[in-house]
């Protein structure tokens, strides 16, 4: 798998988030919600984008270009064959474009947690990510197994990521409000059957913990 995109993300940890996190940290309450709620919609678009990216970085991977080849509905006319043939060296870059645009037009419009299953699907490093509670949501741990103690949050990996971005649709889409979205909180019930809360807060912490959620993903798909 190609991984290059978690060390972009992994410098955004380090060298943005946290430092301003901490920066954050020395302001009054009243003084940084509004911040908050925007450092943590840019923590989720980050990791959301870093998906994106691994996904088409890696459409030759053989669950890829299956999911690729689903989305093209229609048969190669003869003379787009021939005008791949006669790009010569270039046609491995031509065939890598129509896997990226498939995929663009397929599997990067899927729900976020969608999204992260099917990268999860090519990694041969993780396992029981979309189902078996693995998340601790107090401190974002992964780990082999935990007791779910707050119902209102899934705990799965992908259930716990597709938690996180409802909380970022709702202040990006809610009009800055902390109020879940209805079709956020349908979907999360029908792929994870659980009843969110309607509303929810965003303290620093919040930000903290969606980080160290966000880098153990990482380290799960580049062990360290």
């Known amino acids: 798998m190609d991984t290059r995109q978690i060390k972009e993300f992994r410098a955004f940890l380090k060298k943005e988030l946290i430092p301003a ?7 009054a309450d009243t003084q940084r919600m509004h911040i908050q709620k925007l450092m943590f919609t840019n923590l989720v678009d980050r990791f959301d984008s870093m998906v994106d990216a691994m996904l088409l970085d890696n459409c030759r991977e053989e669950f890829l270009v299956s999911e690729a080849f689903k989305g093209l509905t229609q048969p190669i006319t003869e003379s787009t064959l021939l005008e791949l043939l006669m790009k010569g060296d270039d046609l491995q870059a031509a065939l890598d474009t129509k896997l990226k645009d498939s995929l663009r037009f397929s599997v990067l419009r899927l729900r976020h947690s969608r999204k992260l299953a099917k990268l999860f699907s090519i990694s041969e490093e ?99």
Do not use: M
Request: glycine residues 6%; charged residues 30%.
């Open 21 to 27: 996190a901490d920066d954050l940290e020395k302001l």
């Open 126 to 224: 993780v396992a029981d990510f979309d189902k078996k509670p693995r998340v601790n949501p107090s401190n974002g741990d992964i780990v082999d197994k935990f007791k779910i103690q707050v119902k209102t949050i899934p705990h799965s990996i992908c259930g716990y990521a597709d938690w996180l971005y409802s909380k970022r649709n709702a202040i990006v889409h809610g009009a800055g409000t902390a109020k879940f979205l209805e079709n956020d909180k349908k979907q999360i019930k029908k792929f994870y059957g659980v009843t969110t809360t309607k509303t929810f807060r965003v303290p620093l912490s919040a930000i903290r913990t969606g980080a160290n959620f966000y880098e153990e993903v990482c380290d799960l798909l580049e062990p360290k």
